[in-house]
């Protein structure tokens, strides 16, 4: 190479290097902060709100600093398993359980604090002990009687698979909610009749991105039917009920698919590197404090442990009927097979 | 050898999506790609681009023409209202109309959005094109007997062939590569796709299986693009210097083509820019801090993008002007092909590759920084290109016959007189990263939020008036780029 052109070429490589290692020192060094060394790092797939509130309050009381990983349930699990040991995640919190097995069965799991689980109900939580449930929610059908009397809806999910569905019903099935649902169809009816009623739905619903959006095609009529978790009808009830204003719910009760209460989970990873601060986040999220949180903020989520009971608008957990699953059996990557098969995803 | 390195480099995103294809191997990747749900995929992308891009061609050329050809009334005023949706990103643009028109969706929705977005893509090309055409040539069509739709098919439209051809590829490039707005409208393409596996397998094989056919358009658009560009030459002796051309009278056409290009700004800009404003007005002014931080991590992410950026290209620039070849050609080709990726495959590829062989690197800064500078990386070269060009070697090899030692004289000489060059290119650059969604959701460090992740979230689950005033960060942060690229267009300096 001429002498010129290597001089020409070192003065940017010089540059580009101290770029290069000052945006990297920018980042690892506690003075752009958004990572600051000592802070824990939990991997939220819960309500960013939510979990938000969770961790103000407990930097309150422990002085410790809590940074968020905002994603997906499946992403943030897949995401989890794919990084391994090298993960930088204390705490993983989800919507759903799916999740929660997927991290469980990749052994990333440290066991919960013995004190933690003896606040929770065994019914919320896997026998296993490697991660505890931290609230729960209701699949529920939003309808618009506008459209739909109440005597004409579905008495089952299974239902809405059969062709005179075409076209009425709605629901978000890229997403981890719905995905959650599906699972509890795989546990209850198996796989060849889960994939049959996933074809079913291919053929017949509408979807959208998220609950939320779900719920607002309802309520502006797009169609009459919409499959959605609970909490974001009375959450919108609660303010303007700017997207729910003429819709109501039915609940499907009687055990039935429809009727999955699905549990948010919560765990320690093996690897973390503030192990004894993720365990007293987790004792925080599932003791009074963090259940009431839950119980008394926005949220209208269902509390699970340390008696704390939800809101009074909310008809009683134990009075849903819903099927009994044990949370950690739900296979999420056997619902995301079956789901892409049926070109949902 | 460095420049090679790093050419090398900005092809990681193609190599990762090859590699996982071939690891996933013919049987699984066949079961993943030709299933209906990809053939959907492929009718959609297909027929937005097919129907996309002529009409934004249409769009931008008949306004670039009417502006600049035609006794249009209000016409300086109407020349810089239809450049000025480029300073409202589409993603943003397409929740102005979500939120004013709900039932907007499918295709037809996805097109009104994405047409109205990126048209001055194609329109201020055209519009450069047009100001630079010796008047001479019409006129000598028009005495041989033409008529002005004739001039204007057979004169015109011949030499805007490459304005055309390179405004429709970047309107193309934008179609197969855009993510939020189409997620709004309920419009699956390819990349909406790719979002929705990721967050259901994270960097999965669903995910690399459609990122290759994506791939594979994007490769198919680069080919019938210098194709279509062909080996004609326009060119002619002797130009001197032209005078202004006579502006055609339109007469009773003058109404109907103010209440067109009127349609056409309402769609675009109006609409748009009412509704967030609408919401502004109910937001909730107590998340002023948490915007406040969303700017600043903005700001501090762009800016080190657009230094690295002009740091990377600086050694690609100088070499495709100081030493020219076939070399250099394809080196800098290399760097245009990865930009033209959708930033989705880019983001992938980094996760997966970080991951995998840079565990350190990955989910911090250095990595997004780095999908910035791949992304953005020609808009800050071509600008350089430009200024270095510029500079006379001469002029240093002056400096050191009187004694200066070289990497002085290139520092005092050269590097003072490229400044310019290097602020519009970093200008450009920090702007394009500043408003940046798809790669900065999938890469951005924990606890990282920018304006436009932050305007995501919230618009995300219809919390229409929190996103407003990310919004209007959002268009306010595009402004200085679209001024200085309508400058840039109309010959006019902004100084």
């Not at chain 1, 008495?155 to 509890?184: C, I, M």
């Not at chain 2, 994506?214 to 198919?220: E, F, H, K, S």
């Not at chain 2, 969303?294 to 600086?314: E, K, P, R």
């Not at chain 2, 310019?420 to 500043?434: D, I």
Request: glycine share 8%; hydrophobic share 50%.
């Amino acid at each position: 190479m001429p002498s010129r052109l290597r001089h020409a070429l070192l003065a940017p490589v010089a540059l580009t290097a101290l770029l290069l290692a000052g945006c990297s020192a920018g980042n690892s060094g506690a003075g752009e902060g958004p990572t600051p060394d000592g802070s824990l790092v939990v991997y939220n797939a819960q309500h960013e709100e939510l979990t938000k509130e969770w961790a103000e309050a407990f930097t309150e009381e422990t002085g410790i600093e809590v940074v968020l990983r905002n994603g997906d349930d499946s992403e943030l699990g897949n995401q989890l398993v794919q990084e391994g040991t090298a993960s930088k995640a204390d705490v993983f919190l989800t919507e759903n359980s799916p999740a929660m097995s997927l991290v469980e069965q990749a052994g990333l799991f440290a066991p919960v604090d013995e004190a933690t689980l003896a606040v929770v109900p065994e019914q919320y939580r896997p026998a296993s002990g490697d991660w505890t449930g931290i609230a729960a929610r209701s699949t529920v059908v939003v309808y618009n009687p506008e459209l739909i009397s109440a005597a004409e809806l579905p008495t089952s999910l299974l239902d809405l698979a059969k062709p005179e569905w075409k076209g009425r019903w709605g629901a978000a099935p890229g997403k981890a909610d719905f995905q959650a649902v599906v699972s509890a169809v795989v546990e209850t009816q198996g796989e060849d009749r889960a994939r049959e009623w996933l074809e079913g739905m291919a053929q017949n619903a509408t979807e959208y991105r998220n609950n939320i959006v779900t719920m607002k095609a309802v309520n502006a009529g797009e169609v009459p039917v919409g499959v959605i978790f609970h909490y974001y009808w009375y959450r919108d009830q609660d303010a303007a009920a700017d997207d729910s204003g003429v819709t109501k719910l039915h609940y499907f009760g009687n055990q039935d698919p429809g009727a999955f209460v699905s549990v948010s989970g919560g765990g320690v990873l093996k690897n973390a590197p503030h192990a004894d601060e993720a365990q007293q986040f987790l004792a925080f999220v599932v003791g009074k404090q963090g259940q009431q949180i839950l119980g008394e903020g926005y949220s209208f989520e269902y509390p699970v442990a340390s008696d704390v009971s939800a809101k009074s608008e909310l008809p009683p957990l134990d009075g849903l009927n819903a099927p009994v699953i044990d949370p950690s059996t739900l296979n999420g990557p056997k619902v995301i097979e079956l789901m892409t098969e049926a070109g949902l995803l | 050898m460095l420049v090679a390195v790093l050419a090398l480099g900005a092809l990681v995103p193609i190599a990762y999506v090859v590699q996982a294809a071939v690891a996933m191997g013919w049987g699984e990747l066949a079961t993943l790609v030709l299933r209906p749900k990809v053939g959907e995929l492929l009718i959609n992308t297909v027929l937005l681009v097919m129907i996309g891009v002529p009409a934004s061609a249409v769009l931008g050329v008949g306004g670039a023409w009417l502006v600049e050809r035609t006794a249009l009334p209000c016409r300086r005023a109407i020349a810089v209202a239809l450049a000025a949706p480029l300073a409202i990103p589409a993603f943003v643009s397409s929740y102005g109309w979500a939120s004013a028109v709900p039932s907007i969706s499918g295709l037809w929705g996805g097109l009104l959005v994405a047409v109205t977005a990126y048209f001055p893509l194609v329109y201020l090309p055209a519009l450069a094109a047009i100001r630079g055409l010796d008047p001479a040539l019409e006129e000598s069509a028009r005495s041989l007997g033409m008529g002005s739709w004739a001039v204007f098919v057979r004169v015109v439209l011949p030499q805007l062939r490459l304005a055309i051809l390179g405004g429709g590829l970047i309107v193309a490039l934008h179609l197969l590569a855009e993510y939020g707005a189409f997620a709004f409208l309920r419009f699956d393409t390819f990349t909406t796709a790719i979002v929705v596996a990721y967050q259901a397998t994270f960097a999965g094989p669903n995910a690399a299986a459609l990122g290759l056919v994506l791939l594979l358009l994007c490769l198919a658009l680069l080919t019938a693009d210098s194709l279509a560009r062909g080996h004609a030459r326009y060119a002619r002796v002797g130009g001197g210097s032209p005078h202004p051309p006579a502006r055609l009278p339109l007469g009773r056409l003058a109404p109907l083509a103010v209440f067109g290009t009127g349609c056409l700004i309402a769609a675009s800009t109006v609409v748009p820019l009412a509704s967030v404003v609408r919401w502004l007005f109910r937001a909730d002014t107590a998340d002023i801090g948490g915007l406040a931080s969303a700017t600043a991590q903005t700001l501090v992410l762009s800016l080190a993008a657009a230094a690295c950026a002009i740091a990377v290209a600086l050694p690609f620039a100088w070499l495709s002007v100081r030493y020219p070849g076939r070399l250099s050609r394809l080196l800098e080709g290399a760097a245009y092909l990865a930009s033209s990726l959708p930033a989705i495959i880019v983001a992938l590829a980094l996760v997966a590759t970080t991951l995998a062989f840079a565990p350190t690197l990955y989910q911090t800064a250095f990595t997004v920084i780095m999908a910035y500078v791949v992304i953005f990386l020609p808009r800050a070269l071509v600008p350089l290109r430009a200024g270095l060009a510029q500079v006379p070697e001469s002029l240093e090899e002056a400096a050191r016959s009187l004694g200066v030692a070289p990497l002085a004289a290139r520092l005092r000489v050269t590097v003072p007189l490229l400044l310019p060059a290097v602020c519009a290119g970093g200008a450009l650059v920090a702007l394009g990263a500043a408003n940046e969604l798809t790669a900065t959701l999938l890469l951005a460090p924990t606890g990282t939020r920018t304006v436009a992740t932050s305007f995501w979230s919230a618009a995300s689950s219809l919390d229409y008036p929190t996103a407003a005033p990310y919004a209007i960060v959002l268009v306010l942060l595009s402004c200085p780029a679209v001024a200085l690229m309508f400058a840039h267009a109309t010959g006019r300096s902004l100084r």
